[in-house]
């Protein structure tokens, strides 16, 4: 058995743990065993103080013989000693001459460019299932690691998680010119540069943990860089198209609207913007610098609280819009916005876009801002709706309006 112990303790440090590349003069008994330790050891290890919160990923089979495995920790990252440990033992045991080594981290570029970066970015909503709450308390009665109490990607409808994944990976490949690119996921705090054809199955292979978030991305810059964003609250998707200069704000809503008609057999609802800065893994965070006004819109860099009402509530007004049957109460005759129906939902797009889709990538005018949440204020979340959300830790959902 070989381990580079400098390289794992390093990665150790990591909150969310590390991904590791083990090899093997036997690559298909490797094979074997790993699957065998990965289905096993998960719940074995689970019962031991400190190792509830660990998930084991892959593993994922790579060219010439070695495998992908990660390690995923929800509670303190120093733990995962004992299941390296554990992994080196089992290969040993079956007499494998083994490497076990750490994946090195490879962040995008993209994140280190301060200025060029047009971008125009879609979040959407998934269904819950039923019973979401019930279940996150039976969560937290078990006393688990205080990430793990929260949501989980188990909460969602699992037809729908599965459509949003096939499209959104689908959809970061569609480059218009038609290039590989270079490909990476982030999981969590570590990031990966892959090969293209490892690239879906490297993404698919984090999205199997049960709350850290997962970026993945196709970039061919200069010129256009895609990626997709699930988030902390896992159902909300922030598809986001990176490009050194924008279209005109129809070719920006064609190019939106295509996404969300892809979509909306799948999602409650769902927004566009633009913005003039890099992409994030959060829409909270892309909100950070959205227009504020005297109209009783919830803050939007609180979303999180609000997960349970986006069947039924957006969270302010925007220049294109996808709204479920959830939602009710919007004006017969809204003045800034055209309304078709689209799907079981409704598809508002703004009858001036380019006062929503700016050149220079800023928020609209206030004033603008001000018309569209008074035309479809119904739809909006109030600040006394989040506040009693925020009181009630989400169990407080408001009635449908008629």
Not at 13 to 41: N, Q, T
Request: glycine share 6%.
């Amino acid at each position: 058995m070989s381990v580079d112990v400098k390289r794992l303790k390093r990665a150790l440090r990591d909150d969310d743990g590390p991904w590791l590349l083990v090899s093997a003069s036997s690559p298909g008994a490797l094979g074997d065993v790993l699957a065998s330790w990965a289905a096993e050891a998960e719940p074995r290890l689970g019962q031991l103080p400190g190792l509830m919160g660990v998930q084991l990923l892959g593993p994922l089979a790579l060219p010439d013989g070695v495998f992908l495995l990660r390690l995923v920790t929800y509670a303190e990252a120093k733990r995962l000693v004992a299941v390296v440990t554990d992994l080196s033992a089992t290969l040993e045991a079956a007499g494998l001459d083994a490497r076990i080594d750490v994946a090195p981290k490879k962040f995008s570029p993209l994140g280190d460019i301060p200025t060029g970066h047009r971008l125009t970015a879609v979040s959407v909503t998934l269904p819950w299932r039923p019973g979401m709450l019930d279940r996150r308390e039976q969560r937290r009665a078990a006393n688990p690691p205080a990430t793990l109490r929260a949501w989980h990607r188990s909460d969602l409808q699992e037809e729908a998680w599965a459509a949003v994944v096939d499209t959104a990976l689908a959809w970061c490949q569609e480059l218009r010119s038609s290039a590989t690119g270079n490909r990476y996921v982030v999981h969590g705090l570590s990031s990966l540069q892959t090969a293209p054809a490892q690239w879906e199955a490297t993404a698919r292979l984090a999205l199997g943990s049960a709350s850290v978030p997962v970026r993945a991305s196709v970039e061919q810059w200069p010129d256009e860089a895609r990626d997709v964003c699930f988030e902390f609250t896992p159902h909300r998707v922030l598809f986001q198209l990176d490009e050194e200069a924008f279209g005109s704000a129809e070719s920006t809503v064609a190019q939106v609207r295509e996404l969300i008609e892809r979509l909306t057999p799948h999602i409650t609802s769902a927004f566009a913007m633009r913005a003039a800065h890099a992409p994030t893994i959060q829409t909270a965070w892309l909100l950070r610098g959205w227009a504020r006004t005297a109209a009783p819109a919830a803050p939007v860099t609180q979303i999180h609280a609000l997960a349970p009402m986006d069947d039924r509530r957006i969270i302010d007004a925007f220049g294109v819009m996808y709204l479920g049957p959830g939602f009710r109460g919007l004006a017969a005759d809204p003045q800034m916005y055209s309304v078709e129906q689209l799907g079981a939902g409704r598809l508002l797009t703004a009858n001036d876009p380019d006062a929503w889709f700016r050149p220079d990538g800023q928020t609209p005018q206030p004033e603008v801002l001000e018309a569209a949440r008074a035309d479809i204020a119904d739809a909006i979340v109030t600040y006394d709706e989040y506040y009693r959300a925020k009181r009630s830790d989400g169990q407080d959902i408001p009635p449908l309006l008629d």
